[in-house]
């Protein structure tokens, strides 16, 4: 019998949102920004440079014969043996996309051989060279990342929560990012803050309301926890909360 995972509960658009992002389900494809403009933006290498590697290919390693190696086929950048790379990402609390730990999730469920961690205001991802790439085109291209509301950012991710700045766009100390004449943002900087050789698009940002769609943020000014503003029926989503912090903080998940 078919078996649906149920990933995050709740019926409000914050609700379904979240399971889109951990699941990677129906995930919107919002723009198609070029491969070699990722990898410039990540940094760790020149667009069409070859891969640096730690290892020799799996194939020429020799390894020896183990059960674990036949069940689990080894991803693109393990099996060439590329490096350990990462993309960091930070988001708006003025209605972003996705918030750090819902990257995690994204990460943990849908990218193969990663390592995601999530901090205060920040979510990285890191594997093999080849693979980080793909994830984060993945990323960048659909309804998890805004120009203006999230932003990559190795390094100096501090103030990101604190304000818009008067174009709409998210504050970063380093300028990663300008907002063109044209409406769309560029990216001038990689994401630890290194000058590019060019400015590379990322498109028009989502408008207030499209943004507060598409978030997967509680706000009493946007959809609160309690469900729709006012409401005093709790969305399934903080019933689940509520049982899970009394387990945590009452019993330590011992209720015995």
Request: proline letters at 7%; aromatic letters at 8%; a positive charge.
């Amino acid at each position: 019998m078919a078996y649906t995972p149920q990933y995050y509960p709740g019926s409000t658009s914050v609700g379904i949102n979240r399971r889109k992002h951990m699941s990677g389900n129906n995930l919107e494809k919002l723009r198609d920004i070029p491969e070699a403009d990722i990898v410039a933006t990540m940094g760790h290498r020149a667009p069409g440079a070859d891969y640096a590697s730690t290892h020799p290919p799996l194939k020429e390693m020799g390894e020896p014969d183990c059960p674990i190696r036949q069940l689990v086929t080894p991803t693109p950048g393990a099996a060439a043996g590329d490096r350990v790379r990462y993309s960091q990402f930070s988001d708006s609390y003025y209605f972003g996309p996705s918030v750090p730990y819902w990257r995690s999730y994204y990460g943990s469920i849908n990218c193969k051989g990663c390592d995601p961690g999530t901090l205060s205001g920040r979510q990285i991802i890191e594997a093999r060279e080849r693979d980080i790439e793909a994830y984060t085109k993945k990323i960048m291209d659909s309804e998890m990342f805004d120009p203006a509301l999230s932003q990559m950012k190795g390094c100096t991710v501090h103030g990101h929560s604190l304000r818009l700045q008067e174009n709409g766009t998210m504050f970063d100390m380093l300028a990663r990012t300008e907002m063109g004449k044209d409406g769309n943002v560029y990216q001038v900087k990689d994401q630890v803050g290194i000058p590019l050789d060019k400015k590379l698009n990322l498109g028009k940002p989502m408008s207030e309301a499209e943004a507060k769609k598409r978030t997967t943020i509680f706000r009493v000014d946007g959809v609160s926890m309690h469900g729709k503003v006012g409401a005093r029926k709790y969305d399934e989503a903080v019933e689940a909360l509520h049982h899970m912090w009394e387990l945590r903080t009452k019993w330590g998940y011992r209720p015995e």
